[in-house]
């Protein structure tokens, strides 16, 4: 159980090691549906409409500042085609201002969980990344989502913090697992009963991301883009019985009439 206690008086539950028995509602990019993706505004919009976590994505400035910015670019976001790796920190906050720090995102879960989604390839990054995690005092509500299996070893060997593994083929499973994750992320367009039966019969829990993985949508995903889902979608998914799902509005889990038992 987490020492962290919340309003109620109640101890809960650590979500990453052991989930609860329905699936947890991961808040993507902090809850994008909810206000401005990736900033302590999503956040506590998140936290209030029930999510059991929120996933953020894990960048650096050019003076080694770890940013919350899903993109390599700032285009999508403020149309400004400068990469997020080339601007320091002020600079960065200058043409998008609501952007959250890693600390700062980390201080704003309260006892909600965090999903770090680490876009970086750099394994040195990484370490910085694992001791401020750590350095926290809400580390024990984080996960680690991690893109590579050299990364997932690396992470393993360094620490006890659990992982999810963000690979690009189911086929990586047992990979996963042997390098020491904890979690696997399933495409929506992946998501089976057999397919999450494999990830947990394999000892590690699956998160289902909803929507298309690609700006091009494929025609075997669903046709909405990352984070977006509807209501017979959830109800499919629901049918895997997975152990969290990652999506834009936590809402809709949450509401009295979503299609998955909450």
């Known amino acids: 159980m987490r020492t962290t206690i919340p309003a109620d008086g109640l101890p809960m539950p650590d979500l990453w090691k052991a989930p609860l028995d329905r699936p947890l509602v991961i808040a993507h990019r902090g809850g994008a549906a909810l206000a401005a993706e990736n900033t302590i505004a999503a956040i506590r919009a998140a936290e209030a409409a029930g999510a059991d976590a929120i996933e953020t994505d894990i960048r650096a400035t050019s003076d080694g500042a770890l940013v ?5 670019d700032l285009l999508r976001l403020c149309n400004n085609p400068r990469a997020v790796a080339d601007l320091d920190l002020t600079e960065l906050r200058q043409v998008l201002p609501g952007v959250m720090t890693l600390a700062e995102a980390l201080g704003a879960t309260g006892t909600i969980g965090i999903l770090l989604d680490f876009k970086l390839a750099d394994e040195s990054a990484l370490l910085d990344v694992i001791d401020e995690i750590e350095r926290s005092p809400v580390s024990r ?3 680690l989502g991690l893109r590579s299996l050299p990364l997932i070893c ?4 360094r620490s006890h913090l659990p992982i999810l593994a963000f690979l690009d083929s189911e086929d990586l499973i047992d990979d996963a697992v042997a390098a020491g994750a904890n979690w696997f992320r399933l495409w929506q367009g ?11 019969g394999a000892g590690m829990h ?5 929507g298309q993985p690609r700006s091009v949508p494929l025609p075997e995903y669903p046709p909405f883009p990352v984070g977006v889902v509807d209501a017979a ?3 499919r998914i629901a049918q895997t019985r997975p152990d969290a799902i990652l999506l834009d509005d936590p809402r809709l889990l949450r509401a009295p009439a979503s299609p998955v038992a909450l």
């Open 68 to 72: 919350c910015v899903h993109d390599a």
């Open 233 to 235: 979608g959830l109800a």
């Open 141 to 143: 509500n984080a996960l």
């Open 206 to 210: 699956a998160a289902i991301m909803v």
């Open 154 to 157: 690396a992470a393993r060997s």
């Open 190 to 200: 992946w998501t089976s009963r057999d397919s999450v039966s494999a990830v947990q």
